[in-house]
């Protein structure tokens, strides 16, 4: 067993009552070991073999830990989405309001969607919506850019004398531009 496992078993453990979870935190801050984040692979192939309520104490736990010891949160590496997800595949009718919870008593600000902490969904299916919603935003500033490019083109060979396109091809370039704005949509 690892470190890490050893030590996220120790949190599961400390969480069935708060006197063990603060006995727990005073023992981790006199040694200074609390391997919490980090090791991706690691977090997860440990969170597979835990069951729903091991997950819910553990990010508990790890929520907790870090109101206790602020730099012990990992930041934008902090384990909390994976083993959200992890729970969420377990216990999904509990997710959101674990990630409710989390959003409501983490002090790290990453958590628990990681680096895009601009978020204001309060559960992974909220969380997806947004996701679709941004890929959207994108896909068709992408197309307007695209568009905007083809336009400036055409003009530039118009007024450059090209042959292949005369002053007079306003239409062209417009249907050009409708052309590019909604293909992708």
């Known amino acids: 067993m690892t470190d890490r496992a050893a030590f996220y078993d120790a949190m599961i453990r400390a ?19 609390y391997p919490i984040h ?5 977090v997860t192939e440990y969170a597979k073999k ?10 508990k736990g790890l929520i907790y830990f870090t109101r206790v010891f602020p730099r012990s949160g990992g930041g934008s590496v902090s384990p909390i989405s994976t083993l959200l997800e992890i729970f969420a595949t377990k216990d999904p009718a509990r ?15 990453y ?10 969904a309060r559960s992974l ?3 997806a919506a947004e996701l679709r919603d941004q890929a959207h935003a ?15 083109a055409l003009r530039k060979s118009n007024k450059s004398g090209s042959s292949a396109h005369s ?5 062209a370039i417009e249907a050009y531009i409708r052309d590019q704005i909604f293909r992708d949509l």
């Open 15 to 33: 969480m069935s009552e708060v006197s063990s979870f603060e006995a727990f935190s005073r023992a981790h801050i006199a040694t200074k070991e």
């Open 38 to 42: 980090d090791r991706f692979e690691e």
């Open 50 to 59: 835990k069951t729903a309520d091991e997950l819910y104490r553990l990010i």
């Open 95 to 109: 997710e959101p309001e674990l990630t409710a919870w989390i959003i409501d008593n983490r002090t790290n600000r």
């Open 111 to 120: 958590d628990p969607w990681g680096t895009s902490r601009q978020s204001y």
């Open 125 to 127: 299916g909220e969380r």
């Open 138 to 152: 994108r896909d068709v500033n992408l197309a307007n850019e695209s568009a905007r490019q083809g336009y400036a």
């Open 167 to 171: 002053p007079s091809s306003d239409e």
